[in-house]
């Protein structure tokens, strides 16, 4: 999986735009929400395109020590935005 931050053409809508920004901001604190070495492996893995001897190299880690910081990052990447998606659930958008 490799999560490209792509430039989007004059062809997106405002609401698009809007709903690509939210999810940039959404995994952006989510990221930043993580523990130091699973930030900087998310990062430099999903981000960057870097891959786990690469970062192994750059960290100074063992790549299994790489590919088991990447597990629990994606884990606790996933619980924290499956809370924002039930507080998300919650709220009461109408206006009546």
């Avoid at 981000?47 to 597990?71: G, M, Y």
Wanted: glycine content about 4%; charged content about 25%; some cysteine.
């Amino acid at each position: 999986m490799n999560w490209k931050l792509d430039t989007y053409g004059a062809t997106e809508t405002a609401f698009e735009k809007l709903v690509r920004t939210e999810m940039y901001h959404l995994l952006y604190n989510a990221i930043k929400a993580l523990s130091p070495g699973n930030q900087k492996v998310i990062t430099m893995y999903f981000l960057e395109d870097k891959n786990t001897n690469e970062i192994a190299r750059e960290l100074n880690l063992h790549p299994s020590t790489v590919k088991t910081q990447k597990s629990r990052g994606l884990e606790a990447l996933r619980k924290l935005l499956m809370n924002q998606e039930n507080i998300v659930k919650g709220c009461n958008f109408s206006d009546t």
